[in-house]
T-cell receptor
Framework: DSGVTQTPKHLITATGQRVTLRCSPRSGDLSVYWYQQSLDQGLQFLIQYYNGEERAKGNILERFSAQQFPDLHSELNLSSLELGDSALYFC???????????????FGEGSRLTVL | KNEVEQSPQNLTAQEGEFITINCSYSVGISALHWLQQHPGGGIVSLFMLSSGKKKHGRLIATINIQEKHSSLHITASHPRDSAVYICAAHTGNQFYFGTGTSLTVIP
């Protein structure tokens, strides 16, 4: 058990819909990262939050947004869903912010999104 | 061109064999991560490296910053090591992932 909790574990929805994925980091970890893993693209970095603020942005679509709340949990919002958004979405947490001494990543079990 | 290249893509080994997975990257990194993903999908971080060598049980990871190359070694491989191994280069504000090495260890 990594200590990182993601909900829901599975989600099936239709094209055009909007979903919210939730991540609770390990106790004491201030950084949350979101990743997408699809069959054709592999693992991709989406976005990082540190102590409530956006710190780094990867290949995140404009239809997607995220935030980190004062209690440090994070949510990834996916809207106007397309078939190609079907993927595993992982979050990971670490104590460190970024830079030279990045911390070890602790991954949640992932949220599997299926868009029909 | 991919920023991170892994080899081999697939690897089958007999139990007990010594295994090496290679990772080359083209970006400047703050850290190199080795990840393990089992068939169920969960991802576990094995190592985070910024220099030198780390060892954890039967797993050893090395990195050569000048050559931009890292290796993951598994000594005395076991069927429970069967998984996909992924290297990830962290630049400080971006992650670049390899496509993974699928390892199958046969009893």
């Amino acid at each position: 058990d990594s200590g990182v909790t993601q909900t829901p574990k599975h989600l099936i929805t239709a094209t055009g819909q909007r979903v919210t994925l939730r991540c609770s980091p390990r106790s004491g970890d201030l950084s949350v990262y979101w990743y997408q893993q699809s069959l054709d693209q592999g693992l991709q970095f989406l976005i990082q939050y540190y102590n409530g603020e956006e710190r780094a942005k990867g290949n995140i679509l404009e239809r997607f947004s995220a935030q980190q709340f004062p209690d440090l949990h994070s949510e990834l919002n996916l809207s106007s869903l397309e078939l190609g958004d079907s993927a595993l979405y992982f979050c990971a947490s670490t104590q460190s912010q970024a830079g030279v001494n990045t911390g070890e990543l602790f991954f949640g079990e992932g949220s599997r999104l299926t868009v029909l | 061109k991919n920023e991170v290249e892994q080899s081999p893509q697939n690897l089958t080994a007999q139990e007990g064999e010594f295994i090496t997975i290679n990772c080359s990257y083209s970006v400047g990194i703050s850290a190199l991560h080795w990840l393990q993903q089992h068939p169920g999908g969960g991802i576990v971080s094995l190592f985070m490296l910024s220099s030198g060598k780390k060892k954890h049980g039967r797993l050893i990871a090395t990195i050569n910053i000048q050559e931009k190359h890292s290796s993951l070694h598994i000594t005395a491989s076991h069927p429970r090591d069967s998984a996909v191994y992924i290297c990830a280069a962290h630049t400080g504000n971006q992650f670049y992932f390899g496509t993974g090495t699928s390892l199958t260890v046969i009893p």
